[in-house]
């Protein structure tokens, strides 16, 4: 187990890293539907599985296309904050999010095939990166912060 938050030695437990990936992948599809699901009615789509799980052609002149980068945009926040409530370490964050967008390709390729689209590529490569980037940010800030301490101090006094 751990000895401390942020110090101390870390033992190899898989089962607490399959958790882990599991909580955010599902926290993953949980935000990109519900994302999904309240920009579909203001583009006139209806909503659709398949908006998540197809890797489409993407044509900037289609409703959605708009709708799948204003979502994979949106969500970059969202992802970020669950990956620094459930990893809560700034050089664990890569792993995970690229976790999470690995295990998401294989579920398209699944599902449909390898997308062959340069967009669909560029969209999720600047969607991964930028959700690194906050993800480690927001990780380190909270790892800046004072450790406080459980007993106080007494400075001795001069006479």
């Not at 990893?87 to 690229?98: H, S, Y």
Request: proline letters at 4%; hydrophobic letters at 50%; a neutral charge.
């Amino acid at each position: 187990m751990k000895s401390g938050k942020f110090f101390g030695t870390e033992t190899f437990d898989p089962k607490y890293i399959i958790s882990q990936i599991l909580l955010l992948q599902s926290a993953f599809y949980v935000i990109q539907f519900s994302l999904t699901a309240l920009l579909n009615p203001i583009f006139g789509l209806r909503n659709d599985l398949n908006q998540i799980f197809t890797p489409y052609p993407l044509d900037f002149q289609d409703s959605f296309t708009l709708v799948y980068i204003l979502s994979s945009i949106l969500s970059i926040p969202f992802i970020s904050a669950a990956v620094v409530f459930v990893v809560e370490r700034a050089r664990k964050c890569l792993d995970f999010v690229g976790t999470i967008h690995f295990l998401h390709l294989i579920i398209l390729i699944l599902n449909s095939g390898i997308p062959s689209n340069m967009f669909w590529w560029a969209t999720n490569g600047i969607t991964i990166s930028l959700t690194v980037l906050l993800s480690e940010f927001l990780c380190m800030k909270i790892e800046q912060q004072e450790i406080s301490l459980s007993f106080a101090v007494k400075k001795e006094e001069k006479t």
